[in-house]
């Protein structure tokens, strides 16, 4: 079974309105773009077929990937918290560093301006859950290193 993706309301709908779009309209739009290329003879010269049927292939590997965070988004209640949970900006401070940084815990989806993306499934985004401002937590990066955090801002 496929892990849970946490999502706010507002993403869910958004991914689900772009899914919607990209699988009726689009499609239509595409095909009639590679039919008017095919129309313009020898496809093995034809830079308009190739532009289209590449973006084509794109689209359709977007349209996957929307479809995925469909079926395994999980909508999760905004809720005011000190603690560290999906959904939720939390402020780090990397152990003998002076700066800040911030990262929204979650899915890519509900990226901001101004601020990165974390995984909850991440190795850092799973040893922060649960915790508050002002503790440390310590987690193992993938190639073995031990690092510790400071938690600064949750919010």
């Keep these: 079974m ?3 993706i946490p999502l706010s309301q507002d993403a ?3 991914i689900k309105a772009e899914h919607e779009h990209l699988t009726t309209v689009w499609r239509l739009e595409i095909a009639r773009k590679i039919e008017a290329a095919r129309e313009l003879g020898d496809l093995s010269e034809n830079g308009d077929y190739h532009a289209a049927k590449e973006e084509q292939g794109k689209m359709e590997g977007r349209i996957a990937h929307l479809a995925n965070l469909l079926e395994n988004g999980e909508i999760i209640e905004s809720s005011a918290t000190d603690e560290v949970q ?5 402020g780090i401070r990397y152990e003998g560093d002076d700066e800040v940084e911030r990262y929204l815990l979650g ?15 991440s190795a850092l985004g799973q ?19 031990t690092l510790s955090v400071e938690i600064v801002s949750v919010g």
């Design 107 to 121: 899915s890519i989806e509900e990226r901001v301006e101004g601020t990165e993306v974390m995984s909850p499934g």
């Design 86 to 90: 999906p959904g939720v900006v939390v």
């Design 12 to 14: 869910f709908d958004r």
């Design 2 to 4: 496929a892990d849970r």
């Design 127 to 145: 040893a922060l859950i649960g915790h508050k401002v002002g503790e440390t937590v310590s987690y193992e990066t993938p190639t073995g290193a």
